[in-house]
């Protein structure tokens, strides 16, 4: 299989993936949303909340902000030397207390560990009024996609590549495409972004002769990171945790022999 990225950023990789099938696609999907640890905050001790927005909410909000983390710093429980007890290898401590009138930002909570910290620091978590005041003490943790949602490392999608070939099609072909697959010159028509078409085929109706099919060994994924890794760090852990399945696998079957 090969890979070759279309579009990349830090927070989001678009590439095409070659030479696979939709089994091992939807597996590289699902290993990406749901099976790479990431951190987040799973307990929240509300000491003094006299705002207008009950306990659970802001614990609720507080557990979907996302969280940089020192990858080499930190277990999940399950694999912890603690036994899952808690401690400061798969455990952390985020703390807050501010008075109103302002706008607590998730940037305001000061973390144990400086290697923790909002991804975004202006998320809005509650406005205080005059006199409000809200006191907390959050612990954070490591976990997986699968477990909640607030663990999801990145929203991926992928469809199959599509390939669009046109040969003296008719001009009017470029106009009802809606994602401008198609370039006018001269009064030809030519294809300038393949990778766009969304297979609508409203160009197929206004010409027979241009043939639009899905290559089901292509795929075009999209993946956007919405937890404390990058989205290259997101699929370069995707990837390690397939390859290592993959070996425990071949292990089992040796010892069938």
Same mark, same amino acid.
Request: proline share 4%; with cysteine.
């Given at each position: 299989m090969d890979i070759k990225i279309l579009h990349k950023n830090e927070r989001r990789i678009k590439f095409m993936l070659e030479g696979a099938n939709p089994t091992m696609a939807n597996t590289f999907r699902r290993v990406m949303k749901n099976e790479i640890p990431t951190m987040a905050i799973e307990f929240a001790d509300i000491e003094e909340n006299s705002s207008g927005m009950f306990d659970e909410l802001i614990a609720h909000r507080l557990g979907l902000i996302p969280l940089a983390f020192d990858q080499k710093s930190y277990n999940t429980k399950a694999d912890c030397k603690c036994g899952g007890k808690g401690c400061s290898r798969c455990e952390v401590t985020l703390v807050l207390e501010k008075t109103g009138p302002c706008i607590v930002k998730a940037g305001d909570m000061k973390s144990t560990d400086e290697s923790v910290y909002p991804v975004d620091r202006d998320i809005p978590v509650i406005e205080l009024l005059e006199g409000q005041r809200i006191k907390f003490e959050a612990t954070a943790m490591l976990g997986y996609g699968k477990e909640h949602i607030k663990w999801q490392a990145a929203n991926v999608g992928y469809k199959y590549a599509p390939s669009v070939k046109a040969t003296d099609a008719d001009p009017k072909a470029a106009d009802v495409c809606p994602v401008d697959v198609f370039e &006018? +010159?001269?009064?030809? !028509?030519? !294809? !300038?972004?393949?990778? &766009?078409? *969304?297979?609508?085929?409203?160009? *197929? /109706? =206004? $010409? /027979?002769?241009? +043939? =639009?099919?899905? #290559? #089901? *060994? +292509?795929?075009?994924? $999209? =993946? /956007?990171s919405v937890c404390g890794l990058t989205a290259a760090e997101v699929i370069n852990k995707a990837i390690d945790i397939i390859q290592e399945r993959a070996e425990d696998l071949a292990e089992s079957v040796k010892k069938l022999k």
């Amino acid at each position: 299989m090969d890979i070759k990225i279309l579009h990349k950023n830090e927070r989001r990789i678009k590439f095409m993936l070659e030479g696979a099938n939709p089994t091992m696609a939807n597996t590289f999907r699902r290993v990406m949303k749901n099976e790479i640890p990431t951190m987040a905050i799973e307990f929240a001790d509300i000491e003094e909340n006299s705002s207008g927005m009950f306990d659970e909410l802001i614990a609720h909000r507080l557990g979907l902000i996302p969280l940089a983390f020192d990858q080499k710093s930190y277990n999940t429980k399950a694999d912890c030397k603690c036994g899952g007890k808690g401690c400061s290898r798969c455990e952390v401590t985020l703390v807050l207390e501010k008075t109103g009138p302002c706008i607590v930002k998730a940037g305001d909570m000061k973390s144990t560990d400086e290697s923790v910290y909002p991804v975004d620091r202006d998320i809005p978590v509650i406005e205080l009024l005059e006199g409000q005041r809200i006191k907390f003490e959050a612990t954070a943790m490591l976990g997986y996609g699968k477990e909640h949602i607030k663990w999801q490392a990145a929203n991926v999608g992928y469809k199959y590549a599509p390939s669009v070939k046109a040969t003296d099609a008719d001009p009017k072909a470029a106009d009802v495409c809606p994602v401008d697959v198609f370039e &006018k +010159k001269d009064g030809r !028509v030519r !294809v !300038v972004a393949e990778d &766009k078409c *969304t297979l609508c085929m409203r160009c *197929t /109706e =206004v $010409d /027979e002769s241009i +043939k =639009v099919s899905a #290559d #089901d *060994t +292509k795929f075009i994924f $999209d =993946v /956007e990171s919405v937890c404390g890794l990058t989205a290259a760090e997101v699929i370069n852990k995707a990837i390690d945790i397939i390859q290592e399945r993959a070996e425990d696998l071949a292990e089992s079957v040796k010892k069938l022999k």
